[in-house]
């Protein structure tokens, strides 16, 4: 979902640039929730204020909720069924390209090169392999993040002076 939301909100709404797009997706996807609502409600607000941010929300959330309660009632029928299980095994695939690629292109987007790709494979090993908390993991980063910056604004002070 994440390259459709960013063509309609940035190429063609223009409701912010892409930098603004990454900060928004940046603070999306460190908070718990469904990322297309948070990232809606974000924009609804920063369109309408606060009933902005209420209307896009039930209008994003309220489809999904529907559906999935509609298939709900009817896949208890037939969750046995041969056929719909060799039809969510041959998704699977798909289901993996799809994550696959918006995080690939957002890797890029975030300036990924040989210096700085360990970290994101550090974290997705320490969360797999050693079974840590994502939350801590985004602490840690957060903290690491902060750290880095102040090192790296008392040495450009240092060679201005």
Do not use: C
Request: charged content about 15%; glycine content about 8%; aromatic content about 12%.
């Amino acid at each position: 979902m994440i390259p459709l939301i960013e063509d309609e909100i940035v190429n063609k709404r223009r409701f912010m640039d892409a930098n603004e797009f990454m900060d928004l997706l940046a603070v999306a996807q460190s908070v718990p929730g469904v990322l297309a609502i948070k990232m809606a409600t974000f924009v609804g607000y920063r369109m309408h204020g606060v009933w902005g941010s209420i209307i896009v929300s039930l209008a994003t959330a309220l489809p999904s909720f529907f559906m999935i309660l509609l298939i709900a009632v009817f896949f208890h029928n037939y969750q046995d069924n041969p056929i719909v299980e060799h039809i969510f095994k041959g998704i699977r695939p798909a289901v993996v390209a799809l994550i696959a690629v918006p995080t690939f292109n957002l890797g890029k987007r975030a300036n990924l090169n040989r210096y700085t790709i360990w970290i994101p494979i550090l974290s997705a090993l320490v969360i797999w392999g050693l079974g840590f908390s994502p939350v801590y993991v985004i602490i840690i980063a957060g903290l690491g993040g902060l750290v880095y910056g102040h090192l790296t604004n008392r040495m450009s002070r240092k060679k201005k002076d």
